[in-house]
């Protein structure tokens, strides 16, 4: 009886020993802008790593047919920044696995590299983006709670959830500007631009 009392403790201890291991497994750092797809019922998925350039980005996310003044790609890019140049256009959409978020993300480059993309998302899709983020990276590393009204008297809260890695700092947003928008905002932070310092100028 004391033999198996004590396998049992034992047994007790490697599984909460395991669980302890998988509860603080570090979180996955973000690699970069994951897109999709689906052709013909296929998923097809790429992957735009940080540091890209704007015509890396655009071979990437080609069209299936070439549109009428012949572009192959579904992107319209300058120096800055890479946007869709329409909702869905040829089936892309940033790749969050069974939740669709409608907006196209904006892709942000500085000295030509691939450093950030920012998505509108609905408001009513912030818990389950949330979900997603804190499945992948844990518990945010900080949490804001903004008291918000707008000019009709409305009130409500507007949220915000960051999340910082190693090299990277993501940020969930919900009814900050308005009642109905959120925001995702993904930056990698060793590419990202320097800090500009406001320098007082007298206003005449």
């Known amino acids: 009886m ?9 047994i007790a201890l490697c599984s909460s020993q395991y669980v302890s291991a998988e509860a603080q497994a570090p979180p996955r750092e973000p690699q970069g802008l ?10 097809y998925s790429v992957l735009i790593p940080w540091g890209s350039t704007a015509d890396e980005v655009k071979a990437l996310l080609p069209r299936l047919k070439p549109d009428a003044l012949g572009s192959t790609t579904a992107l ?27 907006d196209r993300p904006s892709i942000n480059f500085h000295e030509g590299k691939f450093y950030q993309y920012a998505m509108l998302t ?32 409305a009130k409500w809260t507007g949220m915000i959830r960051t ?18 928008d ?3 905002l ?19």
């Open 34 to 43: 994951r897109m999709q797809r689906t052709v013909d019922g296929k998923r």
């Open 122 to 153: 609905p408001a009513k899709s912030f818990d389950a983006m949330y979900e997603i983020l804190a499945k992948a990276l844990g518990s945010p590393s900080k949490s804001e709670d903004i008291p918000r009204q707008n000019a009709y008297g």
């Open 76 to 102: 319209f890019c300058t120096s800055l920044s890479c946007s869709f140049l329409d909702n869905f256009v040829d089936g892309w959409r940033i790749d969050t696995g069974d939740v669709a978020f409608v």
């Open 186 to 204: 993904v930056t990698y932070k060793p590419l990202e631009p320097p800090e500009k310092k406001l320098e007082g100028q007298a206003p005449f």
């Open 182 to 184: 959120g925001l995702l």
């Open 2 to 10: 004391k033999a198996k009392l004590l396998y049992a403790v034992a």
């Open 163 to 180: 999340w910082n890695t190693q090299n990277c700092e993501v940020s969930l947003s919900a009814q900050i500007s308005r009642i109905d």
